[in-house]
């Protein structure tokens, strides 16, 4: 199995690699300067599990085999400085013994716990990609009119081309327009397309610099049709000129079609206004905010936090774990998703992400 490693705690503390090394440093002199009978080699317990913020596998080995190599050496130079004490002597080895044997546990079982650490992500992938594919199942009458729109300009152009290339006297210039035409119809059904199997795939979350205001207008071209199939007014107020937060796209972009997906539900069977509202910009202490509002149902006081735990729903046929995978992908890339009532009557869902370093 793979390690892989615990990224945030290294990148955020930069010093820790010293500091770990630091505290080994200390337990050793500690060690080597107390009585041969008296060895506090335990401590290198905590070298590990420091080491095991920032290393894995191999490393982490080669780190717990250098504590005890220290561990030898502090009860050797104890022996030496020490009165000859054949008690004190056997005390001594049987104490360092048990110091060698807690090291190298303590070092098995911080592996144990990395590996365990990534199946739980692994596990987590696979569930937000079957929700994706859920989800993503229910939109495909929406995803066909997207597909269709570009297909039909392709053909109309198509025919148009003909026609204006079949007289006697051919219009070049009105057949070189058509086929520019085609052309542009046939890049947007290829971008489209990619779009979907985007969602779809599944693979390793991969972060890279992404617009979110972007990615916000991308999915809601996917889910314009799903909401105009039930009369609801879109606006989006997505503000230009962003900072790019370093995020998996396909991952967040999948928080975006769930709260969009909620809003349009919400609204399906209200009477009167419908209308939904989707707004990116930069908060005032630095993070990337993206709301989604409706004018739906709304949502009771005890719901705003309830809606995020596993298997809770309000829909007939919900599985009650879209709301829950989003917020742990949000959370998973440092930012937070929640939820409250909109002015307007209905709910508004909101997420932020810190900006990524330039």
Sequence with gaps: MTDQPLAPAS?????????????????????????????????YVV?????????GGRPLWLAALACIGLTVLAQFLAQRSGLKNDEATY??????????????LSCQLVLRGRAAQADLRRAQADLAHVSRVTTMGELTASIA?????????VMTNAGALLRWIAGDAPNLEKAREA??????????????????????VKGEPERAPVNLSQLARETMDLLNHEAARYAI?????????????????????????NLIVNAIDAMKAVPGTRELVLTSRRSEDGQIWVSVSDTGVGLAPQQAEQMFDAFYTTKPHGTGM??????????????????????????????SLPVSAP
Excluded at 47 to 55: K, S, W
Excluded at 240 to 250: E, G, Q, T, Y
């Design 11 to 43: 990148r955020r503390l930069p010093i820790f690699p010293f500091v770990t090394a630091l505290t080994a440093l200390a337990v050793f002199v500690a060690d080597a300067l107390t009585p041969a009978d008296c060895v506090v080699a335990g401590l």
């Design 47 to 55: 070298v590990i599990l420091m080491a095991g913020q920032f290393l």
């Design 91 to 104: 005390v001594g080895a049987f104490n360092t013994g048990v110091c060698v044997v807690t090291i190298a």
């Design 145 to 153: 009119h997207e597909v269709n729109q570009p297909i039909a300009g």
């Design 179 to 200: 086929a520019t035409r085609i052309v542009r119809d046939g890049e947007r059904a290829s971008q489209i397309v990619g779009r979907i199997r985007q969602i779809f």
């Design 233 to 257: 007014t879109v606006q989006t107020e997505l503000a230009a000129n962003l900072p790019l937060v370093l995020a998996d796209r396909v991952q967040v972009q999948q928080v975006m079609v």
């Design 322 to 351: 879209g709301l829950s995978i989003s917020r742990s992908i949000i959370e998973a890339h440092h930012g937070r998703l929640w939820a409250g009532p909109n002015e307007a009557g209905g709910a508004v869902f909101l997420f």
